[in-house]
């Protein structure tokens, strides 16, 4: 389907580019500090405070902000798509996107959890939490540490991707996860993540081989990127072929380890201070993230008919989303029942710029 008129090539690379580490790096820190929980509170206390920390917000946050962000994004797809500024969507305006979704080889019907599924698949994940310490403990009794705290892991990792991103068009992952029915090859290569931060963190040396090679994951990354996006869009043009479908995911599988290595050991080694912007970015990036998506749709719905450069709505959506999601935490979240919800107890940090102090 079309969307928003103002385009840019830039923005192709951009989402290629996060969409290549944001969520497999965010299952690899899930798994590292559900290790550490275990290791604090054990089994009972792990699975109370992720009732608390995740079930909780998702059944909330399904009833509240994903209705506003499903309005929005409809919305906006249906302006864009026929062409007139309109808030929600006619009844024969919802059978023929229905019938372009379907034709376009994606279910259109099944109900969909949008922006929250990845809080849905940590619950599967930590389902599994038994099974992960075992497997953890295998690897000591094996004397396996030496190999996963070694730089050379990471090409046993991005061979497993491989086998894992197969079952992906163009050895990309953007499809399939975020229905409420479990979509089993999304669930085995987020999963895998997720398990591969929980032996992260039994193995913790691994962080100084993140922070000591980071420069050589950076370079390998960069020869890796515009050989996985040529190769990933190859796959979707020769999709019939297949032609390219397996230096798709080769490509892609090793750029994500390069990556999630990479940024890792650049915050380790750059950012592994007291700040309180750091702390105050910490505190409330759950409710930016919860929030984030319906303000994106709905500034994007706003700005459809305006003729502007997509660099310039791109701004003003980043900008104007960054102020709705931080004033909306600092004044609204952040010392009540909601905030100590998401972030284990409330806080009454002043802004970063300012002061920051904790209760």
């Not at 389902?127 to 004397?143: D, E, G, Q, S, Y």
């Not at 398990?195 to 992260?200: A, M």
């Not at 459809?304 to 701004?315: D, E, G, S, W, Y």
């Not at 959506?317 to 709705?324: A, E, K």
């Amino acid at each position: 389907m079309p969307l928003d008129t103002s385009r840019s090539y830039l923005f192709d690379i951009l989402l290629h580019f996060i969409h290549s580490f944001r969520m497999p790096l965010f299952f690899v820190l899930a798994g590292f500090f559900t290790s550490l929980l275990i290791d604090k509170r054990s089994f009972k206390g792990t699975y109370i405070n992720r009732a608390q920390r995740i079930l909780i917000p998702l059944l909330l946050a399904t009833v509240t902000i994903l209705p506003l962000t499903m309005v929005f994004m409809i919305s906006f797809m249906a302006s864009a798509r026929f062409g007139t500024q309109q808030f929600l969507i006619t009844d024969p305006q919802i059978k023929i996107i229905t019938a372009e979704i379907t034709a376009a080889g994606m279910p259109a019907n099944q109900p969909s959890l949008g922006h929250l599924w990845f809080l849905y698949y940590l619950l599967y994940f930590y389902l599994t939490i038994p099974v992960f310490v075992m497997a953890r403990r295998w690897t000591t009794t094996l004397k396996l540490g030496w190999l996963v705290t070694s730089p050379f892991f990471l090409i046993a990792l991005g061979l497993y991707t491989v086998c894992t991103l197969w079952f992906f068009r163009g050895g990309v992952l953007y499809e399939g996860f975020i229905f409420i029915k479990p979509h089993l090859p999304s669930l085995l290569y987020y999963g895998s993540f997720f398990f591969l931060g929980f032996l992260f963190h039994y193995h913790r040396s691994i962080l100084e081989t993140f922070r000591k090679y980071c420069g050589a994951y950076a370079v390998a990354s960069l020869a890796l990127f515009p050989l996985a996006m040529y190769f990933t869009h190859m796959d979707f043009s020769t999709e019939a072929t297949g032609e390219f479908h397996g230096a798709a995911v080769i490509s892609n599988a090793f750029l994500t380890w390069t990556l999630i290595y990479f940024f890792i050991g650049l915050f380790l080694r750059y950012l592994d201070f007291e700040s309180p912007w750091i702390l105050y970015i910490s505190n409330s990036s759950y409710w930016v993230y919860l929030l984030h998506m319906p303000v994106v749709c709905a500034i994007a719905w706003l700005l459809l008919p305006l003729l502007l450069p997509a660099i310039v709505k791109f701004v003003v959506i980043v900008v104007g989303t960054t102020v709705v999601c931080f004033v909306s935490y600092h004044y609204l979240v952040q010392n009540t029942w909601l905030g100590s919800t998401l972030s284990g107890k409330k806080f009454n940090a002043s802004w970063p710029w300012v002061k920051s102090n904790v209760d």
